[in-house]
């Protein structure tokens, strides 16, 4: 079974709005992390933020927070004041029985790629 | 700030070839990550080193072989290369003193195309 799903192949938005692409998750392990990597066309892999599962906030970072609903085991990313520079592939990744863990393989999901439009 | 280093960048293989892909780790990282990331697909996990053991595998063909060097560069082999090799592969480094996040930082790939 896929441990992430993304269910939005692409998203489009305008230049200055928000965004939300959508990320589900699946584990049985009550510590695990959450991660969003944006990869642009050039193809290299950039880590935007990450949620633990014991973290009790929300994660931000700058323009990006994670919508984190543990009982729905999703986690969202929103993306605020969208800019042309954010059009990209967004992947959302899991690594189980994180919290002090030092090994682990990332689960990613199939990807969004989101089109920022002027 | 030193980012991870994959070598080469670009690689064009035959068939029934071999191939070697390098890794440098950000400077004290002890972990090595292998992903592979087909046309259009989501990275998948091939393999993983700490302090130069292998520490987890992943869907790794026998025809590939990986291993971790005293410097903690890594390399990944690559045997009788089949069309289906062709991809991304990207190498990622964390630190086992990283924190919480442990997260893991992704060199620019390799991108190897088998003919």
């Known amino acids: 079974a896929q441990k992430i799903t993304q269910t939005q192949p692409g998203m489009f938005v305008q230049e200055k709005e928000a965004v939300t692409l959508d990320c589900t998750y699946d584990?049985?392990?009550?510590?695990?992390?959450l991660f969003w990597y944006k990869q642009p066309s050039s193809g290299e892999m950039i880590f935007l933020i990450y949620q633990g599962s014991y973290d009790e906030q929300n994660a931000t970072e700058g323009r990006y927070s994670l919508n984190f609903q543990k009982a729905r085991k999703s986690a969202n990313l929103v993306i605020s004041a969208s800019q042309l520079g954010d059009s990209a592939m967004y992947f959302c990744a899991m690594r189980e029985g994180d919290r002090g863990s030092t090994l682990g393989r990332l689960y990613f999901g199939r990807g969004t790629q989101l089109t920022v439009w002027p | 700030a030193a980012g991870v280093i994959q070598s080469p960048r670009h690689l064009i293989k035959e068939k029934r070839e071999t191939a070697t892909l390098k890794c440098y780790p950000i400077?004290?990282?002890?972990?090595v990550y292998w992903y592979q990331q087909g046309p259009g697909q989501d990275p998948q996990f091939l393999i993983s080193f700490y302090e130069k053991m292998q520490s987890d595998k992943g869907s790794i063909p026998d025809r590939f072989s990986a291993q971790q060097f005293s410097d903690y560069h890594s390399e990944l082999n690559m045997s009788s290369l089949e069309l289906g090799d062709s991809a991304l592969y990207f190498c990622?480094?964390?630190?086992?003193?990283?924190?919480?996040?442990?997260?893991?930082?992704f060199g620019p790939g390799t991108r190897l195309t088998v003919l």
């Open positions: 400077p004290r990282h002890d972990t």
């Open positions: 990622a480094s964390s630190s086992s003193l990283g924190g919480s996040h442990n997260e893991q930082f």
């Open positions: 584990t049985s392990d009550q510590s695990y992390g």
